[in-house]
């Protein structure tokens, strides 16, 4: 089986044994807004043409491909979903050459009835887990999430616009001449994720990194540790319901390790999950599909 | 006597009777990120030098005017600090054909003993509050201020960059496409009030936003007021003390209506100070300055 995790900006394409076991892996730049309308098919078969040429006949794509800026619009399915949902609920994509479904995405509402949505993140929540049944995974990334797992099933999910908001403030504000270089884990990140407990809110203590640079108590190269330690601090501290248990992280790159000692820094224990995630979970609702 | 109210991108210049009274104004976009290094004195001349030659000798300063990147960096005078204690801690520059002096800025601590600014805010208190002794004052602006006035003086303050986070997620997240227009009272500003008082934290309450326009909730027009309303919400919960007493609000423009009413919305009574708060705060502390 073929299986691609495709998102806005990266697309990650697996050639899967009928284990699960990932044959073969590509990573490239072709996220959906790197495709011009109507170019679905050419992408495909540019990212994964040998494979189906070389006879793989089933395809399964997840994540924001199924999105209204996607190939095809896949309706979410509503929480509580596990992966015999997510099998039953594939969309099936018209492709020469191949059986190509879609994987929906899934929608919750939090603790207000505000709408909250995911895509391809379900995937990777039930390929980090390795099969248990009652979990709490957080999702880092410019949409982090953090999902509750209850009976084998997504109950539900909080999502938080952590990522995107560094961005825009560490480049955007004020803060942005007094950063030089990258977030990083050190002690400035430890003093952002300490802060975040103080009084004040998350807006009083962003100035407040203003003001630690303006009497030369915050160095230009710890600038942008303490904003993500702010800003990730205050992300795990919405996040983490009292007492909770192990939290296993799911994902890549840096913000993994940042996340790992934030959720450290909270008091609770943080698992670092499988980083082949979204093959594993591809690999597991690809095996629950009724194919042709 | 001359008072000039100089920020970072515009200064108000006052020409002030005896008394107070505001004989003449001119407002306009020279602030000191306009004015070239050692250019100071010809802005200076370009803005009042008619009233110079009109016979005026005395002329004094606030605001940004007073800072390393302003004419001469005034130090800040710790809080807690009155009137007298600007007067005494004025800073004289030397300019031919007038007495000119600088207010210095005030510095102070939150609980947590992060450090605090103000320039040419506590002007602006002393000249709003009409010589009440205790207030609370809320000064909206790009980086709001809530001020604690206690026995005639400055006791304390605390900064939030609401202003500036407005405009970075407003402009550079992906809440820039369903946005269109600017921020006004109404049900949209309300909504996004009340959402700040849900559980979950700022940075899940702007994935939130995304969600709601996602599902057709929240309409492009309403985006900027559901959006404004959030940030400020999150400002007043983490600003206002329980049972705090009237808020005097400080200050000009479409912010202070949003801030009177989500201080109403918090429960708390609003009282709109005086417009002229800059020119009857200089005018206050000129007459305690012991001129040549």
Redesign the interface.
Known sequence: MIGIDWGTSSARAYRLDPDGTVRERREGAGGILHVAPGGFPDALRAMAGDWIAAGERRILLSGMVGSRQGWQEAPYLPCPAGLGDLALGVVPIPFEGAELRLVPGLSAH???G????MRGEEVQVFGGLDGAQDALVCLPGS?AKWVRVEGGRIAGF?????G??F???R?????ARMIEGEAAPGAAFDDGVA?AR???????H???A???A??G?LAPADGAGYLSGL?IG??V???LPPGAGPVHLVGSGPLMALYGRAIALAGAEAVAGDADAAAKGLARIGERIAWA
């Open positions: 939090d603790a207000a505000i709408p909250e949505v949409h909080t999502t938080s616009l952590t995107e908001a961005a825009a403030l480049g955007h504000t004020i803060l802060r103080d009084p004040g809110g998350l807006l009083h962003l100035f407040g203003r003001a630690l303006l009497f108590r800003l205050h992300e501290a919405a996040s």
